[in-house]
Every structure is written in C-alpha cells, then in structure tokens.
C-alpha cells in the first residue's frame, strides 16, 4: 500500500517541509508516503470563496489514485486515539488499495470532495494551520506504522 497526502496549498514553509520530509523519510519502508500540492483556489476582495472550494475540490479529485481509500481530513469527522489510527491503518492495508489523505483549503472541503471521502478523520476541536496540518497527519501516520511494527517509537 501507498499513501498520497493530497493538500491545498503551496509552498510549504522550511519547517513544514523539513519536517515533512523527515517523517516521509521514516515511513518510507513501512508506508510509501508522497505529496500532492494541489493550487488554491483565487480568492480576495470581489471572488466568490465558494467557487474557489469548488475549483479546489476539483483539482482534489483529479489528484486522487484510482481505487484508492480516500480519508477527509475534517474538523467534523471521527478522532482517533493513535492507537486507533493504527488500527484504521491496518484496515486500510488488508483492503489492498493505496491511501488517500486529503487536506482542503482555507474554507475546508468541497461538497463533491466529502461526499467520495471514504472517512473523515478529525485531528481535534483545534483549528490548526493548513500547513501544520500536513505535519501532523505524516507524524501520525509514522506513530500509527511503529505501533504496528512493534516500534518503541510510540511510548504510551
């Protein structure tokens, strides 16, 4: 199985990319993980934020792997403990399909991009920094392959 990490938004600043980088790098034997930077949608004085989501949502679903399990990063969606992460990551390998993570812009998902979402996986009631976002969810997708792997990295 593969992941694909699917994120409104460009240009990634040093840390994030730093960091994601790291992460990607530590998964890379037990979860394949690459990123997809999807450009936002125009948005400003006069543009229609709504229509902007919509361009995004677009290019979203354009972006993602044939057959892939799609899971909608959402702040309305499911929390799971990283244990319970782990135990979605198992679900996920023993359908035999690759990973899609998604990401949305500034308003969030489209309508059409939730709607094929598989699940949607809530990071908490905080509101994070897109940017950040993409950090996070690697992480914890390295946190969730260790406890799989019987990695100390996950000392609960």
Known sequence: MKARLIAVGERAPAWVADGFGEYRKRLSHWLPLDLVEIEPGVRGKGRDAARATADEGARVLAALPKQATVVALDGRGKTWSSEQ????????????????????????????????????????????PHMLVRLVAAEQLYRAAALLANHPYHRA
């Open 85 to 128: 992460l782990a135990q979605r990551l198992e679900h996920w390998r023993t359908q035999g399909r690759d990973l899609a993570l998604l990401i949305g812009g500034p308003e969030g998902h489209a309508p059409d991009v939730l709607a094929r979402a598989d699940e949607h996986w809530s990071l908490g009631p905080l509101t994070l």
